[in-house]
């Protein structure tokens, strides 16, 4: 059974989090300003940093970071021709609620 939950860090107020939705807790940030107890475990986030390392370095070496939705690989060029907007139109976007 999932029971909802809140995010102790204020990040999401407001927002319902179910347990499983982004997977597991690998590591803990900041738990210094988390409004809740949350213990910290310097160990752990450091051993997922550097995870995560190796898998940036690693893309960056074997040049998987040019692949990517929004351009060609082979020229650079953008898939889509960027919409430019005019000044009424980004007022409409802008504009609060």
Do not use: W
Not at 50 to 68: C, P
């Amino acid at each position: 059974m999932n029971h909802p939950i809140q995010c102790r860090c204020g990040t999401l107020q407001g927002h319902v989090v179910l347990p499983g939705m982004a997977g597991p807790v690998r590591a803990r940030l900041n738990t210094q300003s988390a409004r809740g107890h949350v213990r910290s475990e310097p160990v752990r986030t450091f051993l997922v940093t550097l995870g995560l390392m190796k898998s940036v370095i690693g893309a960056r070496l074997r040049g998987q970071y040019r692949r990517t939705p929004f351009f060609d690989p082979s020229t650079g060029a953008p898939v889509r021709e960027p919409q430019v907007l005019g000044m009424a139109e980004r007022e409409r976007f802008t504009r609060s609620p």
